[in-house]
């Protein structure tokens, strides 16, 4: 099992940028699919965004599409989430996850897609 550290979480106004990051702790990894999730007080966790880590395609969320951008480095075995235009409902702890198994959109949206899991990062838009 895979530990996956997140960064670069914080509180931004609306309208504001953040750049979220994971990477593996002290180890390399191979993942087939990278995923970012988010989770907001009360309510289920929610998926945002997934990358191939060979081909870099993307698959999106509605709500996030033209906002946030999703990308890896595999040479520094990163995966980010860049966020532009926040809004206060963007608030929520931020998940990532990698996958080692090949899946659909849909599949790679849902949570059992993926093995190991990073702490989360808290994201805060203020209005």
């Known amino acids: 099992q895979v530990q996956l550290v997140e960064s670069g979480g914080g509180l931004v106004q609306a309208g504001g940028s953040l750049r979220l990051s994971c990477a593996p702790s002290g180890r390399t990894f191979s993942p087939i699919t990278m995923g970012w999730f988010r989770q907001a007080p009360g309510k289920e966790r929610e998926f945002v965004a997934t990358?191939?880590?060979?081909?870099?395609?993307?698959y999106y969320t509605d709500s996030v599409k033209g906002r946030f951008t999703v990308s890896r480095d595999n040479t520094k075995n990163t995966v980010y989430l860049q966020m532009n235009s926040l809004k206060p409902e963007d608030t929520a702890v931020y998940y990532c996850?990698?996958?080692?198994?090949?899946?659909?959109?849909?599949?790679?949206?849902?949570?059992?897609?993926?093995?190991?899991w990073g702490q989360g990062t808290q994201v805060t838009v203020s209005s």
């Open positions: 996850a990698a996958g080692y198994y090949v899946c659909s959109d849909y599949g790679c949206s849902r949570p059992g897609a993926y093995n190991d």
């Open positions: 990358i191939s880590w060979s081909t870099g395609r993307t």
